[in-house]
């Protein structure tokens, strides 16, 4: 089992810049790779970024030049560098962690940017 929270979220206005954290813990050893989605209402949770084991990283289109990944492996946390912040950046943010063939998913954390 491992277990995922998500925190730094927040209300950030446009141009501004966010750091989220996941902290993961369990079975930590077994976990392959870790990303970040985003979900607002009424539309499905969409792929953000993501970092494997070997630091190999992919990003959504809309986040590219402006989204960092990146993984602290002695502290087993992931964290994503969200700079030049835009309104459709909005939504909640979760982490994800494969595991084993088995995904597990934090909470979430809000992020707003105001316009």
């Known amino acids: 089992q491992v277990h995922l929270v998500e925190s730094g979220g927040g209300l950030v206005q446009a141009g501004g810049s966010l750091r989220l954290s996941c902290a993961a813990s369990g079975v930590v050893g077994s976990i392959n790779s870790m990303g970040w989605y985003r979900q607002v209402p009424g539309k499905q949770r969409e792929f953000i970024a993501d970092?494997?084991?070997?630091?190999?990283?992919h990003y959504a289109d809309s986040v590219k030049g402006r989204f960092t990944i990146s993984r602290d492996n002695p502290k087993n946390t992931v964290y994503l560098q969200m700079n030049s912040l835009k309104p459709e950046d909005t939504g909640v943010y979760y982490c994800?962690?494969?595991?084993?063939?088995?995904?597990?998913w934090g909470q979430g954390t809000q992020v707003t940017v105001s316009s």
């Open positions: 994800k962690a494969l595991s084993w063939r088995t995904y597990y």
């Open positions: 970092i494997t084991d070997s630091d190999i990283t």
